[in-house]
């Protein structure tokens, strides 16, 4: 079973960078889409962004133009850039493959997840 591994959170304060990656553990047939959700307190999970296998991003509109999602194939691994980060960017953020294994059955991974929090 393909598993991801989270990393790149902590502490950060207001306007400031941090950069998020996802491994996965091994490769799959296909990754048809990668994401990023995030959790806040006492709030529901939420869509960040995602990515096709394509290249193809999509994002929430509170994030737009500060965070940049991106994948590299070779590696089997997935970033997310943030910038400009703001309070309310604090959650436990998860990454998400969609995809198909060598069994060629569909597959749905989470990972553990990793904390942001921004504060001064």
């Known amino acids: 079973q393909v598993q991801l591994v989270e990393s790149g959170g902590g502490l950060v304060q207001p306007g400031g960078s941090l950069r998020l990656s996802c491994a996965a553990s091994?490769?799959?047939?296909?990754?048809?889409?990668m994401g990023w959700y995030r959790q806040a307190p006492r709030k529901e999970r939420e869509l960040v962004a995602t990515i096709t296998s394509g290249g193809s991003a999509d994002y929430a509109d509170s994030v737009k133009s500060r965070f940049t999602i991106s994948r590299d194939n070779v590696k089997n691994t997935m970033y997310l850039e943030m910038n400009a980060m703001k309070p309310e960017d604090t959650a436990v953020y998860y990454c998400n493959l969609v995809g198909v294994d060598f069994g060629y059955r569909s597959l749905e991974v989470w990972g553990q997840g990793t904390l942001v929090t921004v504060s001064s």
């Open positions: 091994r490769r799959v047939f296909r990754i048809d889409t």
